[in-house]
């Protein structure tokens, strides 16, 4: 049973573009969704969360919005780069003592020159 | 150096054999994670360990033991390997508890079962 379903699972983009990645989840007892990027040959690395309290998250060009009714969060990356091509993946985790964190399938994204 | 450091990098092994994957932090984190990789899956949570004496089983724990010998030490056992444990393999470590401590990951292991 999958709980968080992430989509697309690939994504290309022009340099200087906005990407943006969906995530959708079914337990509502989750209350931390953390994106992680993993560049090859690495593994994943934080890059952004948030708590269902607030609705966006801003940390330079990567932003999280969160819609509690739908049970839907993305990610958007504005201005992409280059750079920025690599694997990202959302995740959730929920309220109980476990703290556990269940990982979408994973978006490949491809920023093009 | 590396926080969290898994050995080795990448194995080819044959089926039935058993493979120890290891895994050290140096960043003093009490929570330590096995996760396998998958191609369109993403990551799915074998074990995990909040202390020494505290081992749990995660979503595909079935084909594989651990051992948390120390605090900065947690390794992968596949005691018979098969061929569809061939994966990605990453250790993570965390601060705990709390649901917002980030997950630190290492480099992971490569295997290939023929």
């Known amino acids: 049973q999958q709980q968080v379903k992430q989509s697309p699972q690939s994504l290309i983009v022009q340099k200087g573009g906005i990407s943006i990645i969906n995530c959708a989840y079914e337990n509502t007892a989750f209350d931390y969704f953390p994106w992680y990027q993993q560049f090859p040959g690495k593994g994943p690395a934080l890059l952004i969360a948030?708590?269902?309290?607030?609705s966006e998250k801003k940390e330079g060009r990567f932003t999280i919005s969160f819609n509690k009714s739908a049970k839907q969060f993305s990610l958007h990356i504005m201005d992409s780069q280059p750079g920025d091509s690599a694997t990202y993946f959302c995740a959730a985790s929920r309220m109980d003592s476990s703290y556990k964190l269940i990982f979408g399938s994973g978006t490949r994204l491809l920023v093009r020159p | 150096d590396a926080d969290v450091t898994q050995t080795p990098r990448n194995r080819i092994t044959k089926t039935g054999k058993r493979i120890m994957l290891e895994c050290s932090q140096t960043?003093?984190?009490?929570?330590m994670y096995w996760y396998r990789q998958d191609p369109g899956l993403g990551l799915r949570l074998i074990y995990y360990?909040?202390?020494?004496?505290?081992?749990n089983k995660g979503e595909i724990s079935d084909g594989y033991s651990v051992s948390r010998q120390a605090q900065a030490k947690f390794s992968l056992s596949l005691e018979s390997a098969i061929p569809n444990q061939t994966a990605l393999y990453f250790c993570a470590t965390s601060e705990g508890p709390g649901s917002n401590q980030p997950q630190h990951f290492g480099d992971g292991t490569r295997l290939s079962i023929l």
């Open positions: 360990s909040f202390d020494v004496k505290d081992i």
């Open positions: 960043k003093g984190h009490d929570r």
């Open positions: 948030i708590r269902p309290d607030v």
